[in-house]
């Protein structure tokens, strides 16, 4: 990931210091590049280091570490400086902020307050769009009716991407109630949404990996509650802390969103870089994207990060072609997945991904082609006045409609 932040750190206490290290450590977004137990030494190690960002444990000697701050703003003015004190004494503060500072944190350390404040650092130092751009994609998976096909194109786009070594992805289940990521990968969770979001505050990222699921393919899952009655437990602020823990944590994380529309499902819009609407070309699902994209415009932002993505093209012949889909939503496709019924029931039965079950086929290939267009590696494909795809989208090129299959 890029904009990561390069952080040196210096505080003479060792135990806050190992504390943060370990933090820290679990961080996608922040490089560890310097640590050092006296304040006297630490103008050299930014000298020598160039941090973007400089973190001053203050209680050990509050005096020495503010002049530290002072000394910083005048040799190493790149150099954000973050100070952290169990302190919340106002004069502290405030002579820190005019000492410099640009943040403030109280100790211990609370995971989600440190991730707002790098954010807030990295936003200054890069500007909002480039942190956007560059930062993890979130990318969330909603459909126009139920059983379209979302959550297959959500774990098995979320396999794909983790199958990139330079890639850590987390999939979370938003289907609270009937989520079936964890029956898709065959997985036994020891933990699920509820003890991740309900715990948040207490959480360092090694617990927080520790509370997910690794499946075989290197993706981590983190599947909805186990009892219908648990998921009224998670609020739309729950759900935000733990999911910007998780941002915090890995480049990409996919959300299989449920199809209530509910409270939580939009708190996961709002974050998301991208919502993948899923479709499959008959009239109850083309007027259902009407309706929600005329919803989605009500909300600030929202509607630009639609992608629609038609599945099981080829299902029937009796399905509205692309071009009049095109036209009846009003809004481009971007993406097309075949159908396959023989490969998906495979999949859904024996709980592995496409990748591992069918790697060949046309429909994983579609899929990890879906993964390099929403990560900038491939062209999306377009349709043109015909209806055809339009850009080089191997699968519809090579195989369709001759592959067309029907259930
Ligand atoms: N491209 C495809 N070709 C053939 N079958 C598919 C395809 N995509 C999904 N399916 C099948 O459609 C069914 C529903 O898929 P899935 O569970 O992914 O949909 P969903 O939208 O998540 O459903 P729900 O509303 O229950 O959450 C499954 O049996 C799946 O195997
Ligand atoms: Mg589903």
Known sequence: ??????????????????????????????????????????????????????????????????????????????????????????????????????????????????????????????????????????????????????????????????????????????????????????????????????????????????SLTKHSSGLYLLPRPVQLEDTKLITPDDLRRALGLLKATFTHMIIDASKGYSELDMAAFEMATDVLLVTQLDLPCLRNVVRLMMSFGEIDGLKEKVKVIVNRVGLSNNHISLKKARETIGTDIYWQLPNDYRVMVDVRNNGVPLLEQAPKAPITQSIGMLADALTGKETATGTDESGQASTGHRWLHNIWPARSKSQ
């Open 1 to 210: 990931m890029s904009n990561v932040l390069r952080l040196a750190i210096v505080d003479p206490n060792d135990t806050a210091r190992e504390s943060l290290k370990a933090t820290l450590l679990g961080m996608d977004m922040v490089w560890l590049e310097a640590e050092c137990s006296r304040y006297e030494f630490f103008t050299d190690v930014v000298r020598q280091t160039n941090p973007d960002i400089g973190f001053i444990g203050l209680d050990k000697d509050p005096e020495r570490a503010l002049e530290l701050v002072e000394r910083l703003r005048e040799s190493a003015p790149e150099c954000s400086v973050l100070v952290a004190s169990q302190s919340t004494d106002g004069n502290l503060i405030l002579r820190a902020m005019r000492a410099g500072v640009k943040e403030f944190l109280t100790q211990p350390i609370q995971i989600q307050d440190l991730v707002a404040a790098l954010e807030r650092i990295n936003r200054q130092r890069h500007g909002d769009s480039d942190v956007r751009s560059s930062g993890t994609r979130v990318i969330a998976v909603a459909g126009a009716t139920g059983g379209v096909g979302s959550t297959s194109v959500a774990v098995n786009l979320a396999c794909d991407l983790a199958s990139e070594e330079r890639n850590s992805v987390v999939l979370v289940d938003l289907d609270l109630c009937l989520g079936d990521a964890d029956v898709c990968l065959d997985a036994i969770p020891d933990y699920t949404l509820v003890d991740v979001a309900q715990n948040v505050g207490r959480l360092d990222f090694t617990l927080l990996k520790r």
